[in-house]
């Protein structure tokens, strides 16, 4: 069946960019939970610099 290679490989693509997305995020996350005190500071600098 050569006609449902390309959808499967689609669909491998797609899952593997959404488990990186994930994964990238989640890392992200993290690295600023563990850090709470940092993290309330970014926020309040974030509220500040969106009121222009």
């Not at 709470?36 to 309040?44: E, F, G, P, T």
Request: charged share 15%; glycine share 0%; net charge positive.
């Amino acid at each position: 069946m050569p006609q449902l290679f390309p959808m499967n490989w689609a669909l491998i693509s797609t899952m593997i960019m959404i488990s990186l997305f994930m994964i990238t995020t989640n890392t992200f996350f993290i690295k600023f939970l563990k850090q709470d005190k940092k993290l309330k500071n970014y926020i309040n600098n974030k509220k500040l610099s969106f009121k222009w």
